[in-house]
């Protein structure tokens, strides 16, 4: 059974392990991580095997007398006084290295600049050389540096996703950078990684890696106004969203109101693949509830639950859905 449950944890079915490396930047920590775990192996190997030997060899029992007491033996105090340090050395060496290659600055002049800014608690992303304001789904092209820059519109978050970059800190009135070129198309899991205040482990995002061509699409789609709006439920929905304190905090672009920008840009809504910041998928249903119970949901979210009815709800959903 253990063998099967260690089987488990590598067989890549866990979206947030940073075991499985899809960047640069991850796959140098995985290396890294990788040297310290066979120089623990090493040391764990050697220990146990001086110890077995010691417990059988010195076994106490009918006709044996205890082992001859020594003290003070130079080479064996020397020995296993330099020894570890040594060890030390070696993790040291390739551990200081990474961090300054991955602390640095990137020099690829090519690179996609995003502009991640944590909030409570959700994540907002913006590309200024594209006119994409977005949030909890970043959109980025395999093979191209992406270049981070971090800050937080409150107090301190962690941008975390564990298979191409982070953990690095958002903090309030300054800026960090951090920098990844990831290697392989999906979807790629992360989340908040510092605690701040009550729905922080609900503070989930994407990052979707695509192909070239697929991101173009998606970024000409996301840089221009929310689609016309042409089914009658959805048409009711969007009468609901701005006659509610809706468009209060969420802008949608292309919409006769100019909305508050406190909450998520919900200009192309529908196209996400979650609501609430990475905790559910975007379907119907979820989005009802998201609407009808985000307190339940979402316990600490600065989302209002707003009193409108089954039908008004319903509607609601339909507009968000129909945000392409
Ligand atoms: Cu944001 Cu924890």
Request: charged fraction near 20%; charge should be negative; aromatic fraction near 10%.
């Amino acid at each position: 059974m253990w063998g099967a449950v260690v089987l488990q944890g590598c067989n890549g079915e866990y979206p947030q392990s940073a075991l499985h490396p899809s960047s640069d930047f991850a796959t140098r920590l995985d290396d890294l991580f990788d040297q310290i775990f066979w120089w623990a192996v090493g040391v764990f190997v050697v220990v146990e095997a001086v110890l077995l030997y010691t417990i059988i060899r010195f076994r106490a029992g009918p006709g044996k007398r205890r082992p001859k007491e020594i003290h003070g033996n130079v080479a064996l105090e020397i020995g296993w006084t330099l020894a570890p340090a040594l060890i030390l050395v070696a993790i040291a060496i390739p551990t200081v290295q990474t961090i300054f290659i991955v602390d640095r600055p990137t020099d690829d002049e090519n690179a996609l600049v995003i502009e991640v800014i944590g909030r409570q608690w959700w994540w907002e992303f913006r590309y200024p050389e594209l006119g994409i304001v977005t949030a909890n789904e970043a959109h980025v092209p395999v093979g191209r540096t992406v270049d981070l820059r971090l800050r937080s519109a409150d107090v301190l978050h962690s941008f975390w996703v564990p298979r191409l970059g982070g953990k690095r800190d958002l903090v309030p009135g300054h800026e960090n950078h951090l920098w990844f070129r990831p290697d392989s198309v999906g979807v790629f899991w992360g989340q908040c990684a510092e605690y701040c205040g009550t729905a922080h482990a609900l503070m989930g995002m994407r990052v979707i890696v695509d192909e070239p061509a697929d991101f173009d699409a998606w970024a000409e789609l996301n840089a221009g106004d929310a689609v016309p709006i042409t089914d009658p439920e959805a048409r009711a929905g969007r009468g609901v969203f701005m006659a509610n304190a809706c468009i209060g905090c969420h802008v949608v672009r292309g919409s006769p109101v100019v909305g508050g920008n406190f909450g998520p840009d919900l200009t192309h809504f529908g196209g996400r693949l979650t609501v609430g910041a990475g905790i559910l998928d975007n379907t119907r249903e979820n989005l009802i509830r998201w609407l009808d119970a985000t307190q339940h949901v979402k316990p600490g979210s600065l989302m209002p639950e707003v009193d409108l009815t089954d039908e008004q709800i319903a509607q609601l959903a339909a507009y968000l859905l129909a945000l392409r």
